[in-house]
Every structure is written in C-alpha cells, then in structure tokens.
C-alpha cells in the first residue's frame, strides 16, 4: 500500500514534442505528490508539486494532472528540449509520517 | 547559500566493513531525511532526523544506524556492509519536520562493497 507505480520506465521524445509520465498509489493518506528531476551524479531536484485538493497546476512548461478518485497524477512536458534528458521520479508523502515514497523513475531522453 | 552537502563523494568498502556518510543540511534547515537508491531505482527513505531524534524509520534493518548533531549535521552509519548495501546514499533537509515540502536533497555519497 505504500507503493508508488510509475510508467513509462523510459521515454524518448523529440524536440518540442510533449513527454508524459504516469503514476498511481494506493495509500489514501498521501497529501502531497511532488516530481522530481535528476541528472547523472547529481541528487534529485524538485520541480513541480500538487496537493490532492487541485485537479491540475502548471509551472511554466511543466504541469501535473491529479486525478483523486482514480489515486493517479501525471506530469506533462510541453516543448520539450534536450537539457530536459534526466530520470524523473514521481513522489508522494504521507500526513503523518511526512516521509517521501518514491516510484521506479522514468528516464526521459529527448532528441534534438 | 550552501545546498546540502555531502561527504565524501565516492567510496569503496568490502564486505563486513563498517562505513559513516555525513551530511550537512542546507543552511536554516533542522530536520535531516536520509535514503538509499539503488542503480536504476528511486530513493528509498531509510530514517529522519530531528532535534538529535530518529523520528521516523522506513524499512531498513538495525545495521543502518544514524546521529543528528547540535548543528544539524548527520550522520549516517552502515555495519556489517553487504554487496547489497551498494547504492547511492541520499541526505535530504527540510525547514523544519512538520514542513518537509520543501525538501532539498545532496549530491550523494556513492558506496561500493566488494
């Protein structure tokens, strides 16, 4: 119950094409769902993040699709541009042990 | 404004051996996370640190073992090293525990056994 599902494992998009992730949970006591960004060697980046009481947010080229009732959230990347190329993982954290579950990761390659 | 640092950034040890990663929260932060992610995996949270207190501990077995000092540093301590203990070892801070969205994570120690 505590598990975080992730797909795809990898992706590859061309240059301005739109790259989308998935995740699904099952633990209803997850409060906060936050992705993040990781290049080779370096520790994972926060990028974006939703609560469950907002269906959809947006920053920038990055938005999150949340969709409560079937306990799945997504990440869309519009545009997307080489220097997006790295492992993203989506997250989801519990109300009371404000610990972090982590998916699988996608690797993400995007084309010039 | 220093990040989240870690040290040191790569190290080998054999099977058996004990082994101690440090990590030095980013600076106005007092709650340490520390994770293990194995190659081709997302992290793993292994135990959080704050006010000196392991608070929370996910499941890692009692050979991994931690310590929060008056800074807020960290330590992370690995006994009895197993070929599976090999991973990249994470330290994430936070403001403060209750507000943990805001979680920074370190570069990571890489740990090889043999």
């Known amino acids: 119950q505590q598990q975080v599902k992730q797909s795809p494992q990898s992706l590859i998009v061309q240059k301005g094409g739109i790259s989308i992730i998935n995740c699904a949970y099952e633990?209803?006591?997850?409060?906060?769902f936050p992705w993040y960004q990781q290049f080779p060697g370096k520790g994972p980046a926060l990028l974006i993040a939703?609560?469950?009481?907002?269906s959809e947010k947006k920053e920038g080229r990055f938005t999150i699709s949340f969709n409560k009732s079937a306990k799945q959230f997504s990440l869309h990347i519009m545009d997307s541009q080489p220097g997006d190329s790295a492992t993203y993982f989506c997250?989801?954290?519990?109300?009371?042990?404000?610990?972090?579950?982590f998916g699988p990761g996608t690797r993400l390659s995007v084309l010039p | 404004d220093a990040g989240v640092t870690q040290s040191p950034t790569h190290l080998i040890k054999t099977r058996g051996q004990q082994v101690t990663l440090r990590c030095s929260p980013k600076?106005?932060?007092?709650?340490v996370s520390w994770y293990q992610q194995a190659l081709g995996q997302g992290p793993q949270f292994i135990f959080q640190?704050?006010?000196?207190?392991?608070?929370q501990r996910g499941n890692f077995p009692d050979r991994f073992s931690g310590h929060q000092f008056p800074n807020y540093s960290s330590e992370l301590n690995v006994n009895a090293l197993l070929l599976g203990d090999s991973a990249l070892y994470l330290c994430?801070?936070?403001?403060?525990?209750?507000?943990?969205?805001?979680?920074?994570f370190g570069p990571g120690t890489r740990l090889t056994v043999l």
């Open positions: 994430a801070s936070s403001p403060v525990l209750t507000s943990t969205d805001t979680q920074y």
């Open positions: 633990n209803t006591a997850f409060d906060y």
């Open positions: 939703i609560r469950p009481d907002v």
């Open positions: 997250a989801a954290r519990d109300n009371y042990g404000q610990n972090f579950v």
């Open positions: 600076s106005g932060h007092d709650t």
């Open positions: 640190y704050y006010e000196e207190e392991e608070r």
